[in-house]
């Protein structure tokens, strides 16, 4: 019995969650792609609007890696490694776009959602790969863990996002138009 035994179902769920969410985020772009795009949104979108999908990408892969057919935990504890610390230079990226973006101002909460938990679902990640030699059992929850983390941060984001453009966005369109 390996560390991976019984897992499929919940990577099963969660990589088609993650796949479904994408999806939606993608019907959403298209449905307010039609509106005027106001200063610095563009920027705002690659530090707010793009994790999301990344965050969700990176559930779809874990998915299907803890899926696939190993014969050992190695090569798997590695590519964990390997995600985790791509995610976590990725993060670093995020956070100086949110700094240098000048459309909205950021909040604890957008701090906490698009930079800070990201950044420890991906350390949880990486660090699931180090510890696999001597705590595979551990080491999968840890992975585990960090998969629902950064599928409810994206959930969380996307959610965010939606109500941003519809309650905040669309007032200063309307304010726009009126100038």
């Known amino acids: 019995m390996t560390a991976l035994t019984g897992w499929e179902n919940f990577y099963v769920i969660v990589g088609s ?14 449905l307010i792609a039609n509106r005027p795009i ?9 530090a707010f609007a793009t994790p999301t999908i990344v965050h969700f990408a ?16 190695g ?11 791509s995610g976590l230079a990725y993060e670093i990226v995020v956070a100086r776009r949110m700094r240098k973006q000048t459309a909205y101002t950021p909040e604890f909460e957008d701090w906490l959602f698009h930079a800070l938990l990201p950044c420890a ?3 949880t990640l990486a660090g699931s ?31 965010d996002a939606v109500t941003y453009h519809i309650f905040f966005a669309k007032q200063g369109e309307t304010k726009a138009r009126s100038q």
């Open 58 to 73: 990176a559930v779809l892969l874990l998915a299907a890696i803890q899926t696939s057919p190993w014969r050992g935990l």
């Open 129 to 159: 790969g180090l510890a696999t030699g001597g705590h595979a059992r551990k080491a999968s929850f840890a992975v585990a863990a960090a998969a629902l983390l950064l599928l409810f941060i994206g959930i969380h984001n996307a959610w």
């Open 17 to 30: 969650s993650a796949g479904a969410l994408i999806g939606l985020q993608f019907v959403v772009i298209t």
């Open 75 to 85: 090569a798997l504890a590695v590519l964990w490694c390997v995600l985790g610390l």
């Open 38 to 46: 106001l200063e610095g949104q563009a920027e705002a979108g690659a």
């Open 121 to 123: 679902a991906y350390v």
